[in-house]
C-alpha cells in the first residue's frame, strides 16, 4: 500500500482536494486538516474531496474526512466529493455517509453546487433576518 498524500487546488468559489494512496490515520493527515484549517480562517469554506487517486480509505481515514466535513459546516460551507471507485461506495453506503456528502462528477457540477449552496444560505440568513 501506498502513503497518504494530497494536493489542493484553488477553484473560483472553493478548494479541491485531491487524496492519493492510502488513507489509513489520522497522523497521516496532519498536514491535510491544517490546510482545511487555514483555509477556512481565510474565508474558504466549501471543499471538493477528490478521490480518483485513493487506493485505500479505512474507518481512521473516514474519520479525518468527516473531521473536514464538520469543519467545513461549522464555519457554515460543505464538502461534495467526486471520483469514488466501487469499494468506495460500498464503504459510503454501509456507513450511510453517501446520505451526508453531496456526490458530484467534476468540478463544473462542483462549482454549481456550491453556488447554489451559497444561494440558499445567504437568501436564508436574509429571510431570518441575519
Do not use: C, P
Request: charged share 20%; proline share 0%.
Amino acid at each position: 500500500m501506498t502513503t497518504f498524500s494530497f494536493d489542493l487546488i484553488a477553484h473560483s468559489n472553493f478548494l479541491q482536494l485531491n487524496l492519493q494512496g492510502s488513507l489509513l490515520d489520522k497522523q497521516q493527515a496532519t498536514t491535510l486538516l491544517e490546510d482545511v484549517e487555514d483555509s477556512i480562517e481565510e474565508g474558504n469554506h466549501y471543499f471538493l474531496l477528490d478521490f480518483s487517486a485513493l487506493e485505500y480509505l479505512n474507518s481512521s481515514g473516514l474519520a479525518v474526512v468527516l473531521g473536514i466535513l464538520a469543519r467545513a459546516r461549522k464555519a457554515g460551507g460543505d464538502v461534495a466529493i467526486a471520483g469514488t471507485n466501487s469499494k468506495l461506495n460500498k464503504l459510503l453506503v454501509m456507513t450511510r455517509l453517501d446520505q451526508v456528502f453531496a456526490k458530484v462528477q467534476n468540478t463544473e457540477q462542483a462549482e454549481k453546487l456550491f453556488e447554489d449552496l451559497r444561494h440558499s444560505t445567504s437568501k436564508h440568513k436574509s429571510e431570518n433576518g441575519h
